[in-house]
């Protein structure tokens, strides 16, 4: 696309709000650089599970770039009228760690990536919802791998199961999961009761080579939440 003809930064920034808020009710900075080109959501995921440092080392621009595009967008949503919420994130490790957006560290630029803009056309208690849906931990992933040949990169052992960490792929044990017992996916309201019970949790997932992509075969639950989950699905 020649200079002359190129969307100008502002309006993409703006399709891409407009956008987020008509699905979702609100607006992130993530959303904002997804939806102009710049940040690829499956970066995004790797990010939430602890495989990238800092989420700017995935989005593909430079800093000033960067800066301009959070800075169009805050305009944007403060000429909307929309209402300011500091969002919690939590990373998709066992650890819970609150993963870094900037390389920098800067707190007020981590601010700034936190804050979801939200609909001025919530209620109160709507909007509260959201923010509660909005920074609640995501789901542990584990993989069933298709390489039965792996090697846990701390340990040197291997298993049925693995969680990728950066350096590479870890087994259950290292990452703490290893007490969990496996649920396989079929029966959807003995996953609800166990999932319901346990206090930690993981999906499984295993990579499909037909459909490219990673597809849910079942849950990790702890073994007395699953088996007060089956005693009370055989209770008249």
Known sequence: MSRKNRVPLADRVAKAAEAALAARHFVSAIDILVGIGWLDSGAVERWRRGQIDCLEE???????????AMRLFRAWATAGGLSASETVYVDRTPRRQTPRFSRSGNPAIEASYRTHWVSPELSEKKRERLAERASRAPELVVVQPLNTEWICHRCG?????????????ACLRCVGLDDLEYLPAGDALLTRRAKAKSTR????????????????????????????????????
């Open 157 to 169: 052992d291997t298993g049925d199961l693995l969680m990728m960490e950066t350096p590479g792929p």
């Open 201 to 236: 949790h993981a999906v499984v997932v295993r990579f499909s080579r037909t459909r490219r992509r990673y597809e849910r075969q079942g849950l990790l639950v702890e073994p007395q939440s699953l088996a007060d989950a089956q005693r009370d699905r055989e209770t008249p």
């Open 58 to 68: 995935a989005i593909q621009t430079d800093p000033s770039r960067i800066s301009e």
